[in-house]
């Protein structure tokens, strides 16, 4: 039986709900023997004299990555450019392929034939800043910042295992927001990553993986193995009368308000796994065996046959970030993207051999229809909701235009003012006879970190943001979605949620953590002067409204009706916005370009056929050739 196959029993098996501190020891052992090649050529993060000095007046300007050049793996190419060429021109127009991708993506990267601007010098800039140690001085807000997320770690056993959500002193009910949330801490563990921190985020994922095969039961229902929690704390019991001992406490929404499930653990703590990785040069975490079964079981988790027509994920109402009532049902577009990352993350770090052939292979299959399905049918901008609007319905055959059946009296009245000449973005939703057409930022920002739009969608989206700046934007980044849900509409799909009110919390609140998000998005399309301009905006107000987790009204200006302050996410997106703009060459490791190898799959095997024809060659999309 194979380490993996034993592993996956095991953990079928698991311990008792509470994990005894005797079965995890907090300092962990490599289980694999190290890549020799590797660890020798690696300079060790923590190592690095400037950081090592762990003051927080100085940041490191980090370009050094010469001598990783050296040492460089497959896995620091994470674009897997390949030398394919797509001969079919309907293909080219819906994926927005450019004939000769090669060419741009290694030696041009010419903006003008793709529109995928990069924000990387030439390759001698790039040496010469290597050469480089900037320094920077931290401004007060910052030096704030770090003194509170370094308040904020939790530790267990004596060590560093991740950041509470809310540190806000004068909280009498902090619900759950004295724990670790799984989504919460990717920002919290990026700025410790990009200031040269790794062991808390080494020891947070580990600590996660153990948790994910925990048994755990909703009104005796068991949710599929691989689930990681939405958060977890760590709880002191007492053994006997003099004995205590600590323990890790996971929330798989068994507690949850709404019961809602954490799809989106999962997701990103492949992400993190993959930046830990990137961004410490220690691949070592990624390849033990634990690590790829955790990262298997999530995968097959997400991969598993159901009844859905789509390759999107089909989740319930409240399962990312949004983890309240608010019509994101179905295939929200935060899953999509996150679960497109997450694919890619996996098809890099899983190791390829007998046991993984066929879930490579499944994942493979799945990033390429995923990214034609949201490029092809989330896509909006004035041409296609004008097609929208022209639309033919009860269209019943294979080459339908509308194949969703979408009524034109769905493009609400908001939205034909709204969307200007230039720029579009991703719908929130799309399901049969249902499109919603809010605007939601993280998903939409995500799509253009990942590469599941394409180049030209990318642009189109900060251009969105450029031109709405003030509705996205306003006095404080940035918008959770766009617009809000009002009258009835907030009375049928929030339920009436009196958190949920119109231009608050999840409905159009806006969220200063999300600028990490932002940052990386406008650096990946070369465009950081948005991201500064927007962050500036925030460091205005943070410290003096004392970091709080969200804003109302619609153009930001109120601290929001219910939010906590000193909310961990927003110091950290703040620090990390700040880190990333510092140091383009780490923020170039987090983000993808273009995949055309992914573009060439089609698994169907209808095009080559005579009589029936596979949808995505038939798509007569009109999107992404302009
Ligand atoms: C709220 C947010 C959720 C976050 C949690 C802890 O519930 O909606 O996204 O993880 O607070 O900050």
Not at 64 to 74: A, D, G, I, P, Q
Not at 540 to 546: I, N, Q, S
Not at 566 to 593: I, R
Request: aromatic residues 10%.
């Amino acid at each position: 039986m194979s380490a993996i196959h034993l592993l996956r029993k095991l953990s079928r098996n698991p311990p008792s709900r509470l994990l005894h501190r005797n079965l995890f020891p907090s300092t962990f052992s490599l289980d694999l023997p190290p890549d020799l090649a590797r660890t020798t050529l690696i300079r060790p993060f923590s190592n690095h004299p400037t950081i090592f000095n762990n003051t927080h007046t100085l940041i490191p300007f980090w370009v050094s990555e010469k001598t990783k050049s050296l040492s460089v793996s497959l896995r620091e190419f994470s674009t897997s450019v390949v030398e394919t060429n797509t001969s079919d021109k309907t293909f080219e127009r819906v994926v927005g392929l450019n004939p000769n991708p090669l060419v741009i993506e290694r030696i041009h990267r010419d903006e003008e034939t793709i529109g995928e601007s990069v924000s990387r010098g030439g390759e001698n800039e790039v040496e010469k800043k290597s050469d480089e140690s900037v320094v920077r001085e931290e401004s007060e807000a910052e030096k704030e910042a770090w003194r509170i997320l370094e308040e904020a770690v939790v530790r267990y056993c004596g060590s560093p295992v991740g950041t509470v959500a809310a540190n806000d002193p004068g909280d009498k009910l902090p619900l759950n927001y004295d724990q670790v949330f799984i989504r919460d801490f990717v920002p919290s563990a990026l700025a410790f990553l990009l200031k040269g921190q790794g062991e808390i985020v080494r020891n947070f994922l580990l600590h996660t993986l153990q948790l994910q095969s925990w048994e755990k039961t909703v009104d005796c229902y068991s949710p599929g193995q691989g689930l990681m929690p939405a958060s977890f704390k760590v709880r002191t019991v007492a053994l006997d009368e003099n004995t205590t001992e600590e323990v890790l406490d996971p929330d798989f929404g068994e507690s949850a308000i709404g019961r809602v499930a954490p799809v989106d653990s999962g997701l990103w703590w492949i992400i993190l796994l993959r930046a830990y990785g990137k961004l410490t040069g220690d691949f070592s975490l990624q390849e033990r065996i634990d690590v790829q079964t955790g990262i298997k079981l999530i995968m097959n988790l997400c991969l598993a046959d159901g009844f859905d027509m789509f390759p999107t994920l089909l989740v319930t109402d409240g399962s990312c970030m949004i983890d309240r009532r608010m019509g994101i049902h179905g295939h929200p577009l935060e899953i999509q993207s996150l679960f497109y990352s997450a694919l890619r993350c996996s098809r890099e770090m899983l190791s390829v051999n007998d046991s993984s052939n066929n879930l490579v292979r499944a994942i493979n299959n799945r990033l390429s229809a995923l990214s034609f399905h949201i490029r092809e049918y989330y896509w909006v901008d004035i041409k296609k909701i004008n097609e929208i609007y022209r639309y033919k319905t009860e269209e019943y055959s294979t080459d339908a235009t509308n194949k969703f059946n979408i009524y034109p009296e769905q493009i609400p009245p908001w939205l034909m003012d709204w969307i200007p000449e230039q720029g579009g973005y991703l719908l929130g939703n799309l399901q049969p006879a249902h499109m919603d057409f809010r605007f939601f930022t993280l998903g939409n920002f995500w799509s253009v970190v990942s590469s599941l739009s394409t180049p030209k969608q990318n642009e189109a989206i900060l251009n969105l943001i450029e031109a709405k700046w003030d509705d996205i934007i306003g006095h404080m980044p940035l918008k959770i979605c766009y617009p809000a849900l009002e009258y009835d509409d907030w009375r049928i799909i929030t339920g009436s949620d009196p958190k949920n009110t119109p231009w608050s919390y999840h409905n159009s609140g806006s969220w200063p953590t999300l600028l990490w998000q932002f940052t990386l998005a406008c650096m990946k399309m070369g465009r950081p002067e948005l991201a500064e301009k927007a962050l500036a905006l925030a460091e205005k107000r943070l410290m003096a409204d004392r970091w709080p987790e969200y804003y109302d009204t619609r153009s930001g200006k109120f601290i929001g009706k219910q939010s906590r302050l000193y909310q961990t996410w927003t110091v950290a997106g703040f620090l990390t916005s700040k880190l990333l703009l510092a140091n383009p060459e780490m923020a170039s490791k987090l983000f993808w370009e273009e995949d055309y190898e992914l573009l060439d799959i089609c698994v169907c095997g209808l095009s080559k056929s005579g009589r029936k024809k596979c949808s995505r060659v038939a798509a007569k999309t009109q999107i992404l050739v302009r």
